[in-house]
C-alpha cells in the first residue's frame, strides 16, 4: 500500500513539474512575439499611401494625410486663425516614418500664435485638412495652389 501512494506522490509531482514548465515556455512564447512587434512597425507610424489625383503621400497612424502650406518658411508657420481652423497643425511627435523618409528630415517648431508645438518636415510645418472626413482623403491637394500633400520627393522652395 505504501509503494501505491508513493508511486502516486511521484506521479503526482512529475504532472505537477511538467505542467509549470508547460506554462512558463508560454509565457515566454507570448512575450516575444510582443518584443518582436514592437522592433517592426510601432502603431504610431507615419504611413505612405497612394492616390490617383495626388500620388503617393504622407499620412499619420491613422490614415489621414498631411500638407505643407507653400506660403510658410522653414521653421516657421504663416497660417494661423482661420486658417488654422481649416488646416490643423500636426503635433504628434513621437513616431516612425515609412521607407524612403529619413527621421532627421522631421522636427518640431512652437508656433507663435499658440506656443504649441508642431512637427514639421525638412524645416516645413506639416497640417491637417478639416474637410479631409476619412482614411485616404485628399481633398487639400492643390487648394488654391498652396496647399500640397507631402511625399518623399517633396520640395520647398
Do not use: A, H, I, P
Given at each position: 500500500?505504501?509503494?501505491g501512494i508513493f508511486t502516486l506522490a511521484i506521479l503526482s509531482i512529475i504532472f505537477a513539474l511538467a505542467a509549470c514548465g508547460t506554462s512558463t515556455e508560454e509565457k515566454t512564447g507570448t512575450d516575444q512575439p510582443d518584443q518582436a512587434q514592437t522592433e517592426q512597425a510601432p502603431a504610431d507610424s507615419l504611413?505612405?499611401?497612394e492616390n490617383e489625383k495626388a500620388g503617393e503621400y504622407l499620412t499619420d497612424p491613422q490614415g489621414r494625410a498631411l500638407y505643407y502650406f507653400k506660403k510658410d518658411e522653414a521653421g516657421k508657420s504663416n497660417c494661423?486663425?482661420?486658417c488654422l481652423a481649416n488646416w490643423p497643425a500636426f503635433t504628434q511627435e513621437d513616431f516612425a516614418v515609412p521607407e524612403g523618409f529619413?527621421?532627421?528630415d522631421f522636427d518640431t517648431i512652437t508656433r507663435e500664435d499658440n506656443g504649441e508645438k508642431q512637427v514639421t518636415y525638412k524645416g516645413f510645418p506639416l497640417y491637417y485638412f478639416a474637410k479631409d472626413q476619412q482614411e485616404g482623403d485628399v481633398n487639400g491637394q492643390g487648394v488654391k495652389d498652396v496647399w500640397f500633400v507631402v511625399n518623399s520627393e517633396t520640395e520647398f522652395e
Open positions: 500500500m505504501k509503494k504611413q505612405l499611401l494661423s486663425g482661420d529619413d527621421k532627421k
